[in-house]
């Protein structure tokens, strides 16, 4: 076996398999600055290495799989790469562009951008105490591209609408009723499933699944440029009292005011 330091992350290389787990469990596995310019790194490192035929993304600590971008962090304070200040595109684009599948393996709360990331990857496989769902609109946030209009592609337009605008939680069984996720196992029989997958693939031409991936991404590749769009705008909505209004309620603990901020946004 493999290993690779990183800070944030935990990298495996095993039967040619490599795995990389988000470490951050006292923090729900959320990514601060720090966490996605090494999700990228250990992307393209296991992405462009020739001996890997899988990717594996995990959460460490058995509660969550990932809930996107760390509260803690106000988005004003964000000012190294993309669009929104943090390169989340970016790994949104690696995901989809390395030549190989990207298996989601989920143990507990894949919410927000968690939820996004297990969506946009190839394959999506989660323990029985699994929970999905998105947060945007109840924080002053939304995850446009392939957070939305892919997401209608894998769940269909009404649960992908029901998913962003009322911000449910969804049991594992139920995400798998919805195509959100390939199969669904006992939390003690998780890491043994996603090796038997991984196995599978590792037996299969190379060649092949990469022009099989390459080919799916093709039917969707105008999703990406409806993303750039959509962070642009959403970079210009962190700037309003409307959605620092979401960030504000989530870290003091209340419930938000969206509608009186925003029309005492537009008296002044």
């Known amino acids: 076996m493999v290993k690779a330091e990183y800070e944030d992350l935990i990298y495996e290389v095993k039967n040619q398999v490599a795995t990389i787990t988000i470490n951050r469990p006292d923090r729900m596995n959320a990514f601060r600055v720090n966490t996605y310019f090494e999700m990228i790194e250990a992307l393209m490192r296991a992405g462009w290495d020739e001996d890997i035929a899988v990717i594996v993304l995990t959460g460490a600590g058995g509660k969550a799989f990932g809930v996107g971008g760390d509260s803690a962090d106000k988005k004003s304070d964000r000012s190294t790469r993309g669009t929104l200040g ?53 924080v002053g946030s939304v995850d446009p591209g392939f957070g939305t209009a892919y997401l209608a592609r894998v769940v ?51 060649t092949a699944i990469a022009i099989a991936k390459r080919t799916f991404n093709a039917d969707t590749e105008s999703i990406r440029g409806i993303a750039n769009l959509g962070f642009q705008a959403v970079g210009l909505y962190y700037q309003t009292d409307e959605a620092k209004e979401g960030g504000s309620a989530f870290r003091e603990k209340r419930d938000p005011d969206f509608r009186g901020v925003l029309k005492k946004s537009k008296s002044k």
């Open 156 to 206: 269909g337009e009404k649960k992908a609408r029901e998913m962003w605008y009322l911000c449910r939680r969804y049991s594992a069984q139920e995400a798998l009723e919805m195509g959100l996720v390939n199969k669904v196992v006992p939390e003690e029989d998780l890491d043994v499933e996603v090796d038997a997958w991984c196995a599978e693939i590792v037996a299969r031409s190379p």
């Open 86 to 138: 943090v390169p989340v595109e970016e790994i949104h684009t690696l995901i989809r562009d390395v030549p190989k599948p990207v298996i989601a393996k989920v143990n507990g709360y894949a919410i927000g951008g968690g939820n996004v990331m297990a969506t946009i990857c190839d394959m999506t496989i989660a323990s029985d105490r699994s929970i999905f769902g998105q947060v945007g609109p109840k």
